[in-house]
């Protein structure tokens, strides 16, 4: 089954009606045991058993645990990854792959 971020998109339309604002926010929660060595939180990873919880609004904080770090891999890739203007699957190489 696909992993699927927790996320809120929220449209919205000026006062004057002429202009409409969209935006998307990634939901964040505590890190697992892999990605905590890098960093202190992680992108909340909706489980299957919550996708119809979240999706129609009846979801609480049960969502809120960490993906299980089993579940996940870890590789080093380039720091090229850092710049918005490096827009290519390269930046996803794993550096172990030479």
């Known amino acids: 089954m696909?992993?699927?971020p927790a996320g809120?998109?929220?449209r919205c339309s000026r006062r004057s009606g002429r202009e409409t604002i969209e935006s998307f926010t990634i939901v964040v929660g505590p890190?697992?045991?892999?990605?905590?060595?890098?960093?202190k939180r992680m992108p909340?990873?909706?489980?299957p058993e919550f996708y119809e919880s979240w999706l129609n609004g009846s979801a609480g904080k049960e969502i809120l645990i960490p993906?299980?770090?089993t579940a996940m891999k870890a590789e080093?890739?380039?720091?090229?990854?850092?710049?918005p203007k490096n827009d290519d699957e390269a930046v996803?190489?794993?550096l172990r792959q030479g």
């Open 92 to 94: 996803l190489t794993s």
């Open 31 to 39: 890190p697992n045991e892999l990605v905590k060595a890098i960093h």
């Open 67 to 69: 993906y299980p770090a």
């Open 76 to 83: 080093p890739i380039s720091t090229r990854v850092n710049n």
């Open 44 to 47: 909340v990873i909706v489980a």
């Open 8 to 10: 809120y998109r929220r």
């Open 2 to 4: 696909a992993s699927v």
